[in-house]
Structure formats: C-alpha cells, structure tokens
C-alpha cells in the first residue's frame, strides 16, 4: 500500500499569513498514463471532504485561488497564500493512482 | 449540481448486517466510478470500497474484504454498500463520493453514521 505522509499534523497560523501543508507518498504517484493522481481534501469542522485540488496542481471549480499545489514524484505541497478564518479545519492529500487508494493523516489548521 | 445523499445508517449489534445506500443527481451516474468513504470517531478518513461505472468490477480495501460488498443499480443513479459481519472498529461516518479522473475524488455526500454496539 502508498503510505501518504503529511507534516505537520498541527498548524496554528495568524489571519492573512501563509500556510504549507506536506505530503509525502512512499513510492511515486505516477500512473502508466503520465498522469499524478494526487488530490488534496480539506475538512471543516462537521462537514464531509471537499475537493480542493486534483492532478498535484488543478483547483476545483469553486475554490479560491489562494489555494495551490506543487510537487512531483513522491513530494507534494499544499499552500495558502493568506490563511482566512473560513480556512479553518483538516486537510488531507490522498493518492488515487493506484488501489487501495490511501489517505494522509490530515493536518489540522487553526488561527492562533 | 451534483448531490449525492446516504441513507440506511444506524445502531446495529456486532454481528449484525446494514445496507447504505446513496442517491446520486446532478451528473450521468451510470458514466462514473463511486468510492465508498468512511471516517471513524475522531478520525482521519479511510477508503473503504470502489465501483466500476457499469458495474464490471469492484475493490475493497483489506478491512472489509470479505464482509462488504459495494454494488449499484444505475438505472436508479444508486450506489449501496451492504455490511455484513460488522465490528465494533466499523462505527464511523460512511460517505459516498463520485470519481473525477481514474481513482480521485470530486464530490462527497454528507455521510450516514453506523455504529455498531451491543
């Protein structure tokens, strides 16, 4: 199975500044078709997953542009530009290139 | 817009069986994959079973193999998720979401919760 890492499972960050999330897959994330299916999630306090990012870097229709993704291979990042209260919650990268599709622990992100 | 909305959770005793189901709107139901999604008490999210867009084949993850069998009637836009033998490690919030691109995730219902007590 991919085991996905993510660092750090805490991040207490201040209104308008930026924020990080990594993720890290124990082997690569690319698919026999070229693609990398490395999505990121983020949870709000008592409501299902959204879909934030698809394809390491492809925002979801309806989501702000200060959300983006990077990386490549084995290393992804989830960034915010400037971190708005709404923000708060759990992220979670999650690989869907091959089965089972597995899940990081989740980073929980909160306003000092 | 799409929707997808669970039903058929509830309390059930160790041992016992429960069938999930998930109404799908908004989208051609039959021309895409469906994962089955869960999320204990406090908890991170595990993926628990996935179905092919027609049905032709199906992936349960090591836990449930066995015990659960996914399935979907697409002449109804409906996805189940039948659970037998269930655990007390089964409790959790199971969610029904929609693939976009091969195994990856779009859209998520809001979950039915299972709890399994005695």
């Known amino acids: 199975d991919v085991v996905m890492t993510q660092t750090p499972l805490s991040s207490p960050v201040t209104l308008g500044q930026p924020a990080s999330i990594s993720c890290r897959s124990s082997q690569s994330l690319v698919h026999s078709d070229g693609n990398t299916y490395l999505s990121w999630l983020q949870q709000r306090p008592g409501q299902p997953p959204r879909l934030l990012i698809y394809?390491?870097?492809n925002r979801f229709s309806g989501v702000p542009d200060r959300f983006s993704g990077s990386g490549a291979g084995t290393d992804f990042t989830l960034k915010i530009s400037r971190v708005e209260a709404e923000d708060v919650g759990v992220y979670y990268c999650?690989?869907?290139?091959?089965?089972?599709?597995?899940f990081g622990q989740g980073t929980r992100l909160e306003i000092k | 817009q799409v929707q997808l909305v669970e039903s058929g959770g509830g309390v059930v005793q160790p041992g016992g069986s429960l069938r999930l189901s998930c109404a799908a709107s908004?989208?051609?139901?039959?021309?895409?994959?469906m994962h089955w999604v869960r999320q204990g008490p406090g908890k991170g999210l595990e993926w628990v079973a996935f179905?092919?867009?027609?049905?032709?084949?199906?992936y349960y993850a090591g836990s449930v193999k066995g015990r659960f069998t996914i399935s979907r009637d697409n002449s109804k836009n409906t996805l189940y998720l039948q659970m037998n033998s269930l655990r007390p490690e089964d409790t959790a919030v199971y969610y029904c979401?929609?693939?976009?691109?091969?195994?990856?995730?779009?859209?998520w219902g809001q979950g039915t919760l299972v709890t399994v007590s005695s």
């Open positions: 394809k390491i870097s």
């Open positions: 908004g989208f051609t139901f039959s021309s895409y994959g």
């Open positions: 979401a929609k693939v976009a691109h091969l195994l990856e995730f779009d859209y």
């Open positions: 179905i092919r867009f027609d049905g032709s084949n199906s």
């Open positions: 999650t690989q869907g290139t091959q089965f089972p599709v597995t």
